[in-house]
């Protein structure tokens, strides 16, 4: 007997802001610019492709391209993405200096 499987979209998890949230900054605390680019396209996904292309000012199609795995979204698009999302990007120290 085969075993079936189906395919995981975490898209269809990302249903509240928190969880939007914190999927992202998984994603950005790995540090790989293809990763982040994908997570926001997933995010885009379950909050729908469609109006946050229209928010972002930008076509669906490109869109889809600069989110995907093999996308090298510039910078200016990634923050128009976030700025879409509702959500903003904020900094904090890498290490803490000893005390």
Do not use: C, W
């Amino acid at each position: 007997m085969a075993l079936e499987t189906t395919a995981f979209d975490p898209a269809e998890y990302l249903d509240n802001d928190e969880a939007i949230a914190g999927y992202l900054s998984d994603a950005l605390e790995t540090g790989d610019g293809a990763f982040i680019a994908d997570a926001l396209g997933v995010v885009a996904r379950a909050k729908g492709m469609k109006q946050i292309a229209e928010d972002a000012g930008l076509s669906r199609e490109s869109l889809y391209r600069a989110l995907s795995e093999k996308g090298n979204p510039e910078f200016s698009t990634v923050l128009k993405v976030v700025a879409a999302l509702g959500l903003r990007l904020s900094a904090t120290p890498a290490h803490h200096p000893a005390e």
